[in-house]
């Protein structure tokens, strides 16, 4: 024990001697009178988790959660998360919705002094078209530069989301792209990359050919650390922003301020919807015949107590979910359910024919007993705690809950016929689509449960083909709750959704990161989203 803790003590010292090192102070500086001012702070020291092990190739997803940094998008998110110009100076939409045509600056250079042009545009969507990413653009029949300034994307058919690739989508250089390109990004955002030593840092400068207002900071190092280690550089003062989790957010660190954060960075249990007997493609099992009956899923949503979650595991730090979209424009606030509600979820459980085996506490129902396994990632202990809370809540229900860590690798081969629980959160309505949507089934990790409900396909159908987000969101909600059927608690219960996870943060005072949006799912990248602004 004393090894260890003395261990411990010699990797806090060495990383406090390293970090101090990056740290970047200003010097005061002389006045007329021999007194001495402090210069204002440009360069920052920021502790992250997240290294993007891909890459920062917008082509094959890069920004998608959080600010590109390296790349500016045709239109992006203000902070009230309506659509606005950034590259773009404006757009139409074709009557029928399938042809859209973007006008673009014409002042606008990449971080190597080459201008940016409607060529730039075609090149990237056609290059992350042909990527089979994360990046979604089954809809685009071809993209054209009409002029230097002016780009037509025609698609095969109305799709009201492909408004958010616009958003999402980095804008790549054609004349420097290559396979080298994520790791060395050049591109007509804020900052331009400098260094990355991976596993270790990234440092950063500010892009002195952006066409927008200059960064406040000119310098920017991220440092990638593990929790505990972006704890003790924050305690040590040597970095300006750091991630923690919620179990750290009680101990004050002298010069730092907590900031809590809202987002939509949401955790829940995906259930096998369909009952047990087929398999996928390679062979994996499909279904439960346990969480394939809705009175199972209901009751489970109806018995977690979501606040006391977040009390116990959160630290107090997020807020009930009761969708994958909580609190963004397209949510339908009609999905909220009365939850931690242990007697109205017993009585639907009787009335269903699950009874309890008072020998065991488990109920039975046609000799199948109320057991399965909830699946959650080995090293995520937030996933953990939630996991082990969640089965802990529903055995005075006599539903049993075997709870099982695991890679990633491993989850993929039980998520068809077990319980998964997961997260997700962003700023595009198409994650309902592609979580919920029926043609989704057993694609990656989307609707691993295999939900199918035709009315919810139907709505969204409707959504995808309106011409404008507006129209959509009537449908996207619907989809949700429609008063009768839906995706959500109310309805069909594919999911229990359980929590937002609120985003906590060490800012040393003084530094003002602005106004935050709800943050999407990650830990870290998401809050960079304005950094430009900050000051």
Known sequence: M????????FAILTLTIILAGC??????????????EDTKKDEL?????AEPDAGFDPVTGWGRYGSPIFQSTILKRNDDLEIVNDLATDYEVSE??????????????????????????VFTFEKAAASGSVVDLNALESVEAIDETTVQFTLKEPRSTFVNNLVATGIVPEHAYDENYAENPIGSGPFKLVQWDKGQQLIVEANEHFYDQQP???????LFLNEDAAFAAA????????YIPAAFSQKEVPGMELKVLETVDNRGIVFPYVPSGQTTEDGLPIGNDVTSDVAIRKAIDMGVDREALIDGVLEGYGTPAYSSVDGLPWWNPDTVIEDGDLEGAAKLLDEAGWVMNEQDGVREKDGLKAEFSLYYLANDEIRQSLSITVADMLKPLGIK???????WDVIGQKMYSEAVLMGWGSHDPHELYNIYGSENAGVEFFNTGYYKNEKVDEYFQKALLANSEEEAI?????AQWDGETGLSGKGDAAWAWLVNINHLYLVKEGLDIGDQRIHVHGHAWPSTDNIADWK
């Open 2 to 9: 004393k090894n260890s803790l003395r261990l411990l003590l």
């Open 23 to 36: 740290t970047s102070k200003s010097k005061p500086k002389s006045t007329e009178d021999g007194e001495k």
């Open 45 to 49: 020291v920021l502790a992250f988790n």
């Open 96 to 121: 029928d919705g399938k042809t859209w045509v973007v006008h673009l600056r014409d002042d606008v250079k990449f971080s190597d002094g080459e201008p940016l042009t409607a060529k730039d545009v």
């Open 216 to 222: 406040n900071f000119k310098k920017l190092t991220f």
């Open 235 to 242: 305690q040590a003062g040597t970095v300006d922003f750091a």
């Open 401 to 407: 809950v075997n709870v099982e860590g695991g890679s």
């Open 474 to 478: 009537e449908y996207w909600k619907k």
